[in-house]
């Protein structure tokens, strides 16, 4: 907590004043469609940043992550629907299975490289969604194969996660988002990550160092796949309706590694930017384009992607970041020392 | 007790014996190199006593421990730490996080890890490189950083795959004193090298080499002399213009 607190004032400043308008923003946003349409950049911020402790950390590029968040919103529903269960503990359920489906698919494949380890989550990915598309009920379950399930409607309250305005939505996914944030920033300075780090770079001269470079990639992969479950139990409550392709088909997947690469995977804040950068783009294109183009979206994040991988292969938090240092930090730097005389600035 | 026994270590890769019943003795303290031509299974032996592939039989007792056959993070867990002949830095981290990588073998906290990456960084002469992105360092730098990794996991032992392969030869003798330095502060080293001029330097004991076997053994001169050396590295007919 203290590293996270020793940073410069300008900087704790503006992160002190963007985090009071984030929790304002509710109060100055009426619209529902728009507060829906923000609500959605939050979940995909979220869902994307627990895609990072395994894309961006681990070294591996999964594309099969919406298995994870399906079976979060899978069992926190069919619990509520068939025991009348909180969605808050189901939410709970559906993690802990998510990521013991996570470790048993991380311990053959994390083992793979490069395209490899791709190409084997997006067959299990794809794999999960052709199964609950060809069963309409497991048990006392029923998970109505291709047509999806329909959450029941109750009244709004807290504990049945279901709320008549936007803003508890938005304030529940805003919290979450910053926790997972929080948790990356505390596993990036801690030795899990910088032995994941390493174990993802060069893990020959990683393990030669003494690191168990296997454990350490499940590790991730597990906590991943708890968090982006957690996410799938809050796209169900926000949605109401889901069904297979909406929540685990491949545009999820992709659109959630889209994320990650553009905005700068490995990073704290590149799936946040990443998400503020294509889900308007995505939302845009399936409202005004929607009917005539449907995955025009898809292409557009190509086109975006391409550009940005040629210019910034780190992703747009690089330049941003970059912008950020001149036109603020440094500035402020430079006032501060002027005013100081000659105290050399110890910051950073 | 010998700090490492390696006894009849073989290992075949299918048909292919590239370590043929190979023994040798270090003893705490000592630099012991080890030499030989190209593809006389230098660094294979090596990855066999760094546990990068288990050897086909044989022995390995390091400080009274069995370790063949145990994976690499397990052989550092021991103390044993080697480098690579290829450089594998973290390329996209600093200086400083791929020594403290190393470090966080001896701590689980993240400022005693930086704390002691920086000693080791001061103690090699990197330390004011500390804040570079390692694949922007020059080839001894990036040796160098290879060797600052290593030492952070504080081994007993150190194993040097052709730590000087590549170098210039002002840059040779710029290494030699620290490899030196380093087995002062009490590390004992194993160096397995191309470069003879560098090695005969360097250690008080020589195990030579050839086709897997090994055909000579002894201090610099000794080895030197050898017969069978010299055929090794320069063929038979120097042998007789020697006499």
Same mark, same amino acid.
């Given at each position: ?24 923003? =509710? ?35 999964? @594309? ?20 009348? @269960?909180? =969605? ?57 194969? =291709? ?34 944030? @929080?948790?990356? /920033? ?8 910088? /032995? ?6 060069? =893990? ?36 109401? /309706? ?46 005004? @384009? ?59 | ?243």
């Amino acid at each position: 907590m203290k590293q996270l607190l020793d940073q410069k004032p300008i900087v704790l400043l503006l992160s002190a004043l963007l985090l009071g308008g984030l929790f304002i923003l =509710p109060l100055v946003i009426t619209s529902p469609a728009l507060m829906q349409i923000i609500i959605l950049i939050v979940l995909y911020a979220y869902l994307t940043s627990t895609w990072n402790f395994v894309g961006g950390f681990a070294g591996v590029l999964p @594309l099969g992550h919406s298995a994870f968040i399906g079976i979060g919103a899978y069992t926190s529903t069919v619990l509520m629907q068939t025991f009348g @269960l909180s =969605p808050w503990f189901g939410m709970i359920i559906g993690g802990l299975l998510a990521a013991m489906v996570g470790a048993a698919i991380g311990l053959p494949t994390l083992k793979l490289r490069g395209a490899y380890f791709a190409l084997a989550t997006i067959a299990i990915g794809e794999g999960m969604r052709v199964l609950f598309e060809n069963v309409k009920q497991v048990g006392p379950f029923k998970i109505n194969g =291709p047509s999806g399930i329909s959450l029941k409607l109750v009244e709004s309250s807290f504990m049945d996660f279901q709320f008549d305005s936007k803003a508890p939505y938005y304030y529940i996914i805003l919290i979450m988002l910053l926790l997972v944030l @929080l948790l990356t /920033y505390f596993m990036m300075n801690s030795k899990v990550g910088y /032995y994941l780090a390493a174990g993802g770079e060069e =893990p020959e001269a990683a393990e030669a160092l003494g690191i168990k470079v296997a454990r350490y990639k499940l590790i991730a992969m597990v906590i991943s796949c708890f968090l982006a479950a957690l996410g799938g139990t809050f796209y169900a409550q926000l949605m109401l /309706y889901f069904y297979p392709k909406s929540i685990l088909g491949l545009d999820l997947s992709f659109e959630i590694a889209f994320i990650a690469l553009i905005g700068g995977r490995g990073t704290i804040l590149g799936p946040v930017l990443g998400a503020l950068l294509l889900r308007p783009v995505s939302e845009l294109t399936r409202i005004y @384009l929607g009917a005539s183009l449907p995955g025009l979206h898809l292409i557009i994040f190509g086109l975006v992607l391409i550009m940005v991988m040629r210019y910034y292969p780190a992703g747009i938090v690089e330049p941003i970041r970059n912008l950020i240092n001149k036109y603020i930090i440094e500035p402020f730097n430079k006032e501060k020392k002027s005013a100081e005389g000659s105290e050399a600035d110890k910051a950073d | 007790m010998s700090l490492l026994e390696v006894t009849k270590v073989t290992k075949k890769f299918s048909g292919l014996v590239a370590v043929n019943e190979f023994s040798m003795t270090v003893e705490a303290g000592q630099i012991v190199g080890v030499i030989g031509p190209n593809g006389a299974g230098k660094t294979t032996l090596f990855n066999c006593i760094a546990g990068a592939f288990p050897p086909t039989s044989g022995s390995i007792i390091f400080n009274g421990q069995e370790v063949a056959g145990k994976k690499p993070y397990e052989i550092c867990q021991f103390g044993i730490t080697r480098t690579f002949q290829v450089v594998k830095p973290f390329a996209s981290k600093s200086v400083l996080y791929n020594t403290m990588v190393g470090a966080f073998a001896q701590t689980q906290h993240l400022h005693e890890a930086e704390h002691i990456a920086i000693e080791v960084l001061q103690f090699l002469g990197l330390d004011h490189k500390k804040d570079i992105v390692s694949k922007s360092l020059t080839l001894p730098e990036r040796k160098r950083l290879e060797l600052a990794r290593a030492l952070a996991t504080k081994p007993k032992l150190l194993l040097l795959d052709e730590v000087m392969a590549g170098l210039r030869p002002v840059e040779v003798t710029e290494m030699l004193p620290i490899i030196r330095k380093i087995n002062e502060t009490g590390v004992t080293i194993v160096i397995v090298e191309h470069i003879m001029q560098a090695i005969m330097n360097l250690s008080e004991k020589i195990y030579v080499v050839n086709f897997g076997k090994k055909i000579a053994e002894g201090d610099p001169d000794t080895v030197v002399a050898d017969e069978e050396v010299i055929k090794a590295y320069l063929g038979d007919e120097y042998v007789v213009t020697q006499h």
